[in-house]
């Protein structure tokens, strides 16, 4: 899965010399929780965030008065408050290592560049998308989570039997198992007998941890 496939195209910007009022009328306008910054060029200066703006914008309980917080507010630019530079990604990356980028460096988006033109934005409500695209969340099935032994042909096994009972597989994930030498396999599958499939995963020696209709 590439960044391209996932991101959203052509993302809501904002100009550098915009007040951070009118960025926040923006942002709850077109529902977005940050926005790229673009200079006089058209050319991506910095990225700024409904967080940005919030922290940098008077408290409510301030003594000043409403004129005193509209010129305040109208003083303070959205490139006073931006990040910059901004950390980006290209269409043609794969998505974790994007997803791992944003934890690295604790962010919420990255801007995503091609050829030096600002072509979208991914955020981490992309990646929990692709998450719930990837688990089949949204297909009702047999949702199940084995612990077996890190071997090779393992996998090649548990969908063999599977297949071979007549039953479709939605969505297989792999990660580390609690225990060293082990792997976590969640598996999830439609058109299945549930005393069957318990069987087929038993005969594989496959320890299991979870086991539910989804």
Known sequence: MLVGK????????ISEDADIDDALHVMRERRVRRLPVIDEAGQMIGIVSDKDLLHAAPSPVTSLSVHELRYLLAKLTV????????ITVTPDMPL??????????????LPVVE?????????????????????GTRTPGIRVTLAVQERKGVLAALTHDIS????NIISLLTSEGELPGERAITIKVNDADPVRL?????????????????
């Not at 996932?6 to 910007?13: A, G, K, R, S």
């Not at 974790?96 to 988006?109: F, H, S």
């Not at 071979?164 to 039953?167: E, K, W």
Request: aromatic share 4%; charged share 20%.
């Open 79 to 86: 490139k006073k408050v931006m990040s910059s530079p901004v």
């Open 115 to 135: 050829h030096g033109q600002l072509v979208g934005i991914i955020t981490e409500t992309d990646i929990f998308k692709v998450l719930l695209n990837v688990l």
């Open 198 to 214: 318990r069987q087929v995963l038993e005969r594989l020696s496959a320890r299991i941890i979870d086991f539910r209709e989804a």
């Open 96 to 109: 974790e290592q994007a997803a791992r980028i944003m934890i690295d460096n604790k962010i919420g988006g």
């Open 6 to 13: 996932w991101m959203t195209p052509n993302p809501v910007t």
């Open 164 to 167: 071979a009972m007549g039953a």
